[in-house]
């Protein structure tokens, strides 16, 4: 049998690094590499729906070199074309339908002055010396590395910066791209680069290699991505909850070989929690898949960035890795079900932290999932509402709560609505064709599909808790002798509640009205705690 006291100290330390953000962190991250806020009005007049990276890494030098393609739709008149593309890259050339552009590239933005033309793809040539990641993947960049053996391992990670510190692009979280991205990505001929999509072919000689990823999904600029490194590659097959077989696969340095069937393992049992939670998976066509990096993690999408040392622990009959779960759960919600606006960040980070704990309720039972759930809930800091004020930078709205408190309010609508509607209900979220792929999502419409079809105040309960950073309080009043007035006087809505009394729990619903308890023992609102309240 599983000591969940021991391996919930174990995760809870690595959670808290994990989330272990400040805002001193973000104070060393370059002004410019934030993105989201409200969108350059040069870049309101033009969508772009995939990018082709036709790139070489140059390892030595840690440089890359090459082309990134834009496919271009003009919505309105326009002179510049306004790119984003970190200044510690050389532009040499821009070309579009047989014209060569001028541009101006100074402080990370490239103005394209498209003197006349309307060029339906773009492609822009650089070259240079990649930006560092100073600590990964919370202040991304390039993460070159070595393996043990001394060859050449390179990871890169973006979600606070986005594509522009490796590809020219509009770097705004409302532009998904919706025709997807393929990536021609070149490495010395011993290297193998993993990256998303299905690997459509390879070519090269004795001294290079080739790799041709391509995905028809939409994806959002930082997920796109490319590893590097002398890889093995360990081989399965998912056969989906949709019917599908799915290649399942995991990337890792070939001094690890031994450790991939496990690692396989681990991957399909959180695929499978993650169907049974969620859904289909979400990216059928692509694949399924992990590639060690030489950084913790990140969701880039069907190549989840893998790099928690094989630190699997058992629960209940199966084997879980916390990192690898939580990246994979990304691909519901953060990469199937996106944000346009980073002041809804709880979206992904929220649900994916509450299908964590899920694994425990799944695996190991509903007491393992009340302890994990305890144990986050110390961490919430109710400082900052859930949801960061309209057009947010990712600096502003990416805060520990968005995961915490995200996590901690689905929990409350577990038991609000109770067991037989909340799962079919979370299952169906990621299934809604109005906010899912290219079509994004908003704290609003959340609210609009979790409380549409209950009685209960669902959108009242959610709008307090999401866009509120102080709790409801709780007033206990001792009417007579063992005859207590109980009461949420802020609320202006009904919360069923659980109250413990002399009669053990009692099931009630609270408002701002006082409900009158008979106990000879004392009363405790929310003894379980299922709930975030000021008692
Ligand atoms: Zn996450």
């Keep these: 049998m599983l000591n969940i006291t ?3 100290f174990k995760l809870i330390i690595f959670v808290f690094g994990f989330f272990g953000i400040t805002e001193s962190t973000f104070s060393q991250q370059r002004n410019s590499w934030k993105w989201g806020g409200s969108m350059d009005p040069l870049q309101q007049k033009f969508r772009v729906s995939h990018y082709h990276l036709d790139l070489e890494i140059l390892p030595e030098s840690q440089e890359i070199s090459g082309s990134t393609t834009l496919s271009v739709h003009y919505l309105e008149e326009m002179d510049t074309l306004r790119l984003d593309l ?3 890259y050389n532009v040499s050339e821009v070309l579009g339908d047989g014209y060569s552009f001028s541009f101006l590239h100074q402080d990370d933005l490239l103005d394209i002055d498209l003197a006349g033309q309307r060029p339906d793809k773009v492609t822009v040539y650089y070259h240079g010396k990649t930006p560092i990641a100073s600590n990964p993947p919370w202040l991304g960049g390039f993460t070159w590395e070595k393996d043990s053996q001394d060859n050449h391992w390179m990871g890169l990670s973006s979600q606070n910066e986005g594509g522009k510190i490796f590809m020219p692009c509009l770097d705004h979280p409302k532009n998904k791209p919706d025709e997807g ?12 680069v993993a990256a998303n999509g299905r690997l459509k072919t390879m070519d090269g000689d004795s001294e ?4 041709h990823w391509e995905s028809n999904y939409p994806i959002m600029n930082y997920n796109i991505n490319f590893t590097m490194g002398k890889f093995h590659l360990e081989k399965g097959v998912f056969l989906g909850i949709s019917g599908e077989e799915i290649p399942l696969l995991a990337y890792v340095l070939e001094e690890n070989k031994d450790k991939a069937p496990l690692l396989l393992e681990v991957l399909r049992k959180s695929t499978e929690t993650h169907e049974h939670l969620f859904g289909a998976f979400p990216f059928p066509k692509d694949k399924i898949a992990v590639v060690e990096t030489p950084y913790l993690g990140m969701e880039h999408q069907t190549i989840n960035a893998y790099g928690n040392n094989f630190q699997f622990v058992r629960m209940g009959e199966v084997w879980y890795d916390w990192l690898l779960h939580h990246e994979l759960g990304h691909e519901w919600f953060g990469n199937k079900v996106s944000v346009s606006d980073w002041a809804d960040y709880w979206i992904h980070e929220g649900i994916t932290s509450y299908g964590d704990w899920l694994f425990y309720l799944k695996h190991d039972g509903e007491e393992a999932y009340h302890e994990i759930v305890a144990n986050a809930k110390k961490r919430i800091k109710n400082e900052l509402p859930v949801v960061s004020p309209p057009e947010s930078h990712s600096d502003i709205a990416y805060h520990s709560d968005v995961y915490t408190k995200g996590a901690f309010i689905m929990h409350s609508l577990r038991f609000m609505v ?4 909340f799962f079919p209900m979370l299952k169906a979220i990621a299934k809604q064709d109005a906010y899912t792929y290219a079509n994004q999502a908003s704290t609003a419409d959340l609210i609009d599909y979790l409380s549409k079809d209950s009685d209960l105040d ?3 309960f959610l709008t307090w808790y999401l866009y509120r950073e102080d709790l409801p309080k709780v007033s206990i009043n001792k009417k007579k002798k063992n005859v207590f007035l109980i009461s949420l006087p802020e609320i202006s809505f009904d919360l069923p509640v659980e109250v413990q009394t002399d009669k053990g729990i009692e099931n009630m619903v609270l408002s701002s009205t006082p409900t009158e308890v008979l106990s000879t023992t004392g009363v405790e609102v929310d003894p379980l705690g299922w709930y975030l309240l000021d008692k």
């Design 418 to 421: 109770g067991d037989d509607a």
């Design 181 to 192: 991205v393929s990536l021609s990505i070149t490495a010395p001929a011993s290297y193998t």
């Design 208 to 211: 290079k290699k080739t790799f």
């Design 6 to 8: 021991k391996t919930s």
């Design 86 to 88: 970190v200044s510690d």
């Design 458 to 460: 669902i959108k009242e």
